[in-house]
Structure formats: C-alpha cells, structure tokens
C-alpha cells in the first residue's frame, strides 16, 4: 500500500522550534524528491522547501531561509523539517509531497498535512 505520512505538528510559542517528520511507503522513496508545502487559512498553499532524492540539493523559499533546514534519511525513508525561530506568519497546515519524473511518466504523492500553530 502506498502512502506518505507527516507527523510532528503542535502548538507552539513565537521563537521556538519544531521538527516535522515525512514518512512513505510502497514506492522507491530515495528516488523521490521531496517537498514541504504549507497553507494558511485563506491562502494558497506554498512552497517551504525541498530536497532532491540524493539528498544533496535544497532550495528553501525566502521567508524561512536561515530558519528551516530540511534534510532526509533514506535508511528510513523519512525527511525532515527542523523548524527554528518560530514566527506567528508561519501558522498553517504542513504537506510533505514526494515527486518524481522518469521514463515511465511523472509520480506525485500527498500527504494529509500536519498543523503548526505558533501562537503565544
């Protein structure tokens, strides 16, 4: 059974931290780069950050430069999101995608989200 799964969400105060966690299973997870996208109420979902599947690209969206590092395990099939220096702005649902493109056409996986709420 394929899936992808995201944990780690919660409440928590401007200034601290959080780590989200991406899980997948029933595909080749190191061959998929993986992307962290987030959606406030009344906004369109955006872009966080990503990691290709060898783990040595990341691209980060400017608002969370500096703050976010994402990085994976292909052991365990799992990325992360290390999220520091919270801020009210960073409010939304989390989705992990898991994205490839070979020979055999394109494949997109979602998760259910997880939600991080920063408020004091």
């Known amino acids: 059974q394929l899936w992808v799964a995201e944990s780690g969400g919660g409440l928590v105060q401007p200034g601290g931290s959080l780590r989200l966690n991406c899980t997948g299973s029933?595909?080749?997870?190191?061959?998929?780069?993986i992307g962290w996208f987030r959606q406030a109420p009344g906004k369109e979902r955006e872009g966080v950050a990503c990691?290709?599947?060898?783990?040595?690209?990341?691209f980060y969206t400017d608002s969370v430069k500096g703050r976010f590092t994402i990085s994976r395990d292909n052991a365990t099939n799992t990325v992360y999101l290390q999220m520091n220096t919270l801020k009210p702005e960073d409010t939304a649902v989390y989705y992990c995608?898991?994205?490839?493109?070979?020979?055999?056409?394109?494949?997109?996986?979602w998760g259910q989200g997880t939600q991080v709420t920063v408020s004091s």
């Open positions: 990691v290709s599947a060898s783990g040595l690209n990341t």
């Open positions: 029933g595909f080749n997870f190191d061959y998929y780069a």
């Open positions: 995608n898991a994205y490839s493109y070979t020979s055999d056409g394109e494949h997109d996986y």
